[in-house]
């Protein structure tokens, strides 16, 4: 393998991008476990005990992770200019962009522990802990989830610094009026309005510790406000944060589904709003490892698209696998011919599902929409592109059985022949 085909296999695989998406996906579990059990060791090398009888081989097991995590953190470098954003850029700048993204600096900090370690052993003890306990942070990376509430906080940056600046000027309020009412009562548990902030903090979170109460009638109907508004108030961030990060996954889901509807060639041409009319017709389906998705000798009436798992397609001569983001039987949108393969789960999948029905109705409203999908469908099969039953060359070249166009046609064995019973044809 050529320098550059190393470089490229590398960055396919941290990046989880192109066709190694085993390797891909067991580098990221493989760092996801080090991560969690890097979390676990922190915390229990501060126990005295375990510290005494295992300190050694905890040491071992950390410093080996760092090292890890340096080691990823220099191949991340070393293919940051392979980013699309950061081609431009060239080998210098590309790097040092990458370094100051947020994802960049946190590989970072999952770094420095080893090299405090190994630099300054002594004296950079608390730091170490508290670096290493800061390596959750990576997670973000590997968690859509956890990456979407982060892009749904920083959404509403702007609300919720409102909703605090609210919830603080209400903190100072209560403690000014209970030092006010409760000074004189008790001198000593409110002897400034800093004492009567902290009992305001405590009263408006609901915690309420008891160390500090109002013992005055007045006092006491006050802090009785406090905290009946202390739900409201600690409810408002909450809720703006619950509704920011429903419409982020919502977004982010509606984005990767139309981004997989455009990619069909069968759709390419379409406008990014008739994308997105076609994109609602989308229904969901789960199948099991193992569970058939479609048989050999079915009416080919609907296409699928991965949006998650592995698919098994068994055909005559060969097998290809199919996984997250790629999509098969789309030309049996148009042609509803009987399936000529297997279509099994070859892990847990989460589907969508294109019906020919569903879409022939949009069509009939859409006369425009029809013109253009059918003009599409006719060129392809005039153009020889059906092969191997329902997959089109481009489901095959994602399943990487072909590099390029001309191999298919180069594979004359192969092609399947249109099933020509009456009672299946074209749609109108």
Same mark, same amino acid.
């Given at each position: 393998?050529?320098?550059?085909?190393?470089?490229?296999?590398?960055?396919?695989? $941290?990046?989880?991008?192109?066709?190694?998406?085993?390797?891909?996906? +067991?580098?990221?579990?493989?760092?996801?476990?080090?991560? =969690?059990?890097?979390?676990?060791?922190?915390?229990?090398?501060?126990?005295?005990?375990?510290?005494?009888?295992?300190?050694?081989?905890?040491?071992?097991?950390?410093?080996?992770?760092?090292?890890?995590?340096? &080691?990823?953190?220099?191949?991340?470098?070393?293919?940051?200019?392979?980013?699309?954003?950061?081609?431009?850029?060239?080998?210098?700048? %590309?790097?040092?962009?990458?370094?100051?993204?947020?994802?960049?600096?946190?590989?970072?900090?999952?770094?420095?522990? $080893?090299?405090?370690?190994?630099? =300054?052993?002594?004296?950079?003890?608390?730091?170490?802990?508290?670096?290493?306990?800061?390596?959750?942070?990576?997670?973000?990376?590997? %968690?859509?989830?956890?990456?979407?509430?982060?892009?749904?906080?920083?959404?509403?940056?702007?609300?919720?610094?409102?909703?605090?600046?609210?919830?603080?000027?209400?903190?100072?309020?209560?403690?000014?009026?209970?030092?006010?009412?409760?000074?004189?009562?008790?001198?000593?548990?409110?002897?400034?309005?800093?004492?009567?902030?902290?009992?305001?903090?405590? +009263?408006?979170?609901?915690?309420?510790?008891?160390?500090?109460?109002?013992?005055?009638?007045?006092?006491?109907?006050?802090? %009785?406000?406090?905290?009946?508004?202390?739900?409201?108030?600690?409810?408002?961030?909450?809720?703006?944060?619950?509704?920011?990060?429903?419409?982020?996954?919502?977004?982010?889901?509606?984005?990767?589904?139309?981004?997989?509807?455009?990619?069909?060639?069968? &759709?390419?041409?379409?406008?990014?709003?008739?994308?997105?009319?076609?994109?609602? =017709?989308?229904?969901?389906?789960?199948?099991?490892?193992?569970?058939?998705?479609?048989?050999?000798?079915?009416?080919?009436?609907?296409?699928?698209?991965?949006?998650?798992?592995?698919?098994?397609?068994?055909?005559?001569?060969?097998?290809?696998?199919?996984?997250?983001?790629?999509?098969?039987?789309?030309?049996?949108?148009?042609?509803? +011919?009987?399936? +000529?393969?297997?279509?099994?789960?070859?892990?847990?999948?989460?589907?969508?599902?294109?019906?020919?029905?569903?879409?022939?109705?949009?069509?009939?409203?859409?006369?425009?929409?029809?013109?253009?999908?059918?003009?599409?469908?006719?060129?392809?099969?005039?153009?020889?592109?059906?092969?191997?039953?329902?997959?089109?060359?481009?489901?095959?070249?994602?399943?990487?059985?072909?590099?390029?166009?001309?191999?298919?046609?180069?594979?004359?064995?192969?092609?399947?022949?249109?099933?020509?019973?009456?009672?299946?044809?074209?749609?109108?």
């Amino acid at each position: 393998m050529h320098g550059q085909d190393f470089k490229r296999a590398l960055y396919e695989v $941290l990046e989880d991008t192109g066709k190694r998406r085993v390797a891909a996906r +067991t580098l990221r579990h493989t760092l996801v476990f080090l991560i =969690l059990a890097n979390i676990v060791l922190a915390v229990l090398e501060t126990v005295p005990a375990i510290r005494a009888t295992f300190g050694h081989h905890l040491r071992f097991l950390q410093l080996g992770s760092g090292f890890i995590f340096l &080691f990823e953190y220099i191949l991340r470098l070393y293919v940051a200019d392979m980013h699309p954003p950061l081609r431009r850029y060239g080998p210098v700048w %590309s790097r040092l962009r990458y370094a100051i993204q947020p994802d960049a600096i946190v590989d970072l900090i999952g770094a420095l522990p $080893l090299l405090f370690v190994l630099f =300054l052993p002594n004296q950079a003890v608390t730091v170490v802990v508290i670096l290493r306990l800061l390596r959750f942070l990576k997670l973000a990376r590997y %968690s859509p989830a956890l990456r979407s509430l982060i892009s749904a906080v920083v959404a509403e940056r702007k609300a919720l610094i409102g909703s605090s600046m609210i919830i603080l000027g209400v903190i100072l309020l209560a403690a000014t009026l209970m030092y006010l009412i409760e000074h004189s009562v008790q001198p000593e548990k409110f002897r400034s309005i800093l004492h009567g902030i902290y009992w305001a903090i405590t +009263t408006v979170t609901t915690v309420g510790y008891g160390d500090v109460v109002p013992v005055s009638n007045l006092g006491k109907v006050v802090g %009785s406000v406090v905290m009946l508004m202390g739900y409201g108030l600690i409810a408002l961030p909450v809720g703006i944060i619950a509704s920011a990060f429903a419409r982020e996954i919502h977004s982010r889901d509606f984005v990767v589904t139309w981004s997989m509807v455009a990619r069909v060639p069968l &759709f390419e041409d379409l406008k990014a709003t008739e994308i997105a009319e076609v994109a609602k =017709l989308l229904q969901a389906q789960s199948v099991k490892k193992g569970g058939t998705i479609a048989e050999k000798g079915d009416v080919a009436d609907r296409m699928y698209f991965i949006s998650d798992g592995e698919v098994e397609i068994k055909l005559q001569h060969d097998t290809i696998y199919l996984g997250e983001g790629n999509f098969f039987g789309e030309l049996a949108l148009i042609n509803q +011919t009987r399936r +000529t393969a297997n279509v099994v789960a070859y892990r847990d999948c989460q589907l969508l599902v294109l019906e020919a029905d569903a879409l022939q109705q949009l069509m009939d409203r859409d006369e425009a929409l029809a013109k253009k999908i059918m003009a599409e469908a006719r060129e392809r099969v005039a153009a020889g592109k059906k092969v191997l039953g329902e997959l089109a060359e481009e489901e095959l070249q994602q399943a990487g059985v072909y590099a390029s166009a001309e191999d298919a046609r180069e594979e004359p064995e192969l092609l399947f022949q249109e099933d020509s019973s009456p009672e299946k044809g074209p749609a109108k």
